[in-house]
């Protein structure tokens, strides 16, 4: 499912992957130039289709004011949320700190 959901950033133009040992995703723009609309738009695929015009036309008005809210919040807004919400002892790359390190006194 992750794989999939990255192959999608990916055809959006929204990440690039790189394969291999040192290889990894990242975002082609920066965070706060990605909204939460456009994460959504590249992940979303076509799960409603109606063969009534008339409510295709809706839900199609529904969805575009829907995206547009959403890119009210950008990632970089995500990220910095979550960042909060770490325990103080994660260090900035999620991993906890060393220890200090403790000499004996004589």
Request: charged residues 25%; proline residues 7%.
């Amino acid at each position: 499912m992750v794989r999939r959901c990255f192959l999608l950033l990916h055809k959006s133009g929204l990440i690039e992957q790189r394969k291999g040992p040192h290889g990894g995703a990242k975002l082609k723009l920066p965070a706060k130039q990605i909204g939460l609309g456009d994460v959504y738009l590249a992940t979303e695929g076509d799960w409603l289709v109606l063969g009534d015009p008339a409510i295709a036309g809706m839900l199609k008005r529904v969805r575009a004011e829907g995206v547009l809210a959403m890119n009210e919040t950008t990632v970089a807004q995500i990220l910095k949320r979550i960042r909060k919400k770490l325990p103080v002892a994660l260090g900035r790359n999620g991993t906890s700190p060393k220890p200090p390190s403790r000499k004996a006194t004589a």
